[in-house]
């Protein structure tokens, strides 16, 4: 099973792989999310809708179920000990 954006927890990263054609609105696109780009989540609203990522220095709230549509390879954290 493959990993999402939505899948990631608060301060983890990944870098976006593939989705369906026309699954994202296009000012997303705009704003970069695009595949080979990296994401990091940034907070989960309290019912869990939207979340909030950042892209290419962008902050941006989507909703979890295209949060869900973006497949990302995660980036592990190599500081922890």
């Given at each position: 099973m493959a990993?999402?954006?939505?899948?990631?927890?608060?301060g983890e990263k990944g870098?976006?792989?593939e989705f369906p054609e026309d699954v994202?609105?296009?000012k997303l696109l705009e704003l970069g999310c695009l595949p080979g780009n990296e994401v990091e989540m940034i907070q989960v609203?309290?019912?869990k809708d939207p979340i909030y990522i950042n892209v290419n220095?962008?902050?941006i709230a989507i909703r979890r179920s295209i949060a869900?549509?973006?497949e990302l390879e995660?980036?592990?954290d190599t500081t922890a000990p």
């Open positions: 990993s999402t954006v939505a899948d990631l927890k608060r870098i976006i792989k994202l609105p296009i609203a309290p019912l220095g962008s902050h869900q549509q973006i995660r980036i592990e």
